[in-house]
């Protein structure tokens, strides 16, 4: 079982509409989780990092659940830009390593 | 402000054949990783480096060797190339946790091809 799991999508949603990705990780002694976003053919890139207490940048919202080892983000209001696939990301206390879930991939059209 | 710089870009490579990714980055940073990414795989970690002279075993070490004999680069190394080798590497460097993020930054990536 992969350490970090996603839904693959692709999730194709009208511009203003709001999304949700989940993710559910394996390792409990993962510490730190982020979400990054991967345009086609480029890097990845850290979107934002997860806290317990919830976060939010803008239109977008992470939450992580330790309890049930589920991280999601959600985006409100969804732009043409958004396109991208999103990576849940998990690191380990101690360690700057990090597990990669397969992403997920969203399409938003006008 | 180049951040990470990866060399090559773009490679063929034909089966058995040896080539060095080189990764160079100046923001000074300590640790440096090399992933690679598959279709529907995800990034993986291949090799990594906690400081200059030093190196580890990542999730899918097996055909590749690295060095860092200098804190800024991070080289790759593919002593026979396998067509299961096909694929886009990614080198990173981080900083210590900074209580945010570790400070992750990507290079562009070489995209391998292994006929």
């Known amino acids: 079982r992969k350490e970090v799991e996603q839904d693959p999508g692709p999730f194709n949603v009208p511009e203003g509409a709001t999304v949700a990705f989940n993710c559910t990780y394996s390792?409990?002694?993962?510490?730190?989780f982020f979400w990054y976003r991967q345009d086609c053919r480029k890097e990845p890139k850290l979107l934002m990092s997860v806290y317990s207490s919830g976060n939010e940048d803008g239109r977008f919202t992470a939450q992580l659940n330790r309890a049930s080892q589920y991280i999601s983000l959600l985006i409100r209001d969804s732009k043409l830009s958004d396109s991208a696939t999103y990576l849940c990301v998990s690191a380990s206390s101690g360690y700057s390593t990090l597990t990669f879930g397969k992403g997920t991939m969203l399409l938003v059209s006008p | 402000n180049a951040g990470v710089t990866q060399t090559p870009k773009f490679r063929v490579l034909k089966t058995g054949q040896s080539m060095t990714l080189l990764c160079a980055q100046d923001m000074n940073h300590e640790y440096m990783y090399w992933y690679r990414q598959d279709p529907g795989m995800g990034l993986r970690l291949i090799h990594y480096?906690?400081?200059?002279?030093?190196?580890a075993k990542g999730e899918v070490p097996d055909g590749y060797n690295v060095s860092r004999l200098k804190k800024q680069n991070f080289l790759l190394g593919l002593e026979s190339a396998a067509p299961s080798q096909t694929s886009v590497y990614f080198c990173?460097?981080?900083?210590?946790?900074?209580?945010?993020?570790?400070?992750?930054?990507f290079g562009s990536g070489t995209r391998l091809t292994v006929v």
């Open positions: 480096s906690v400081g200059e002279g030093t190196t």
């Open positions: 990173a460097s981080s900083d210590i946790w900074t209580g945010d993020d570790y400070g992750y930054t």
């Open positions: 390792n409990s002694a993962s510490q730190s």
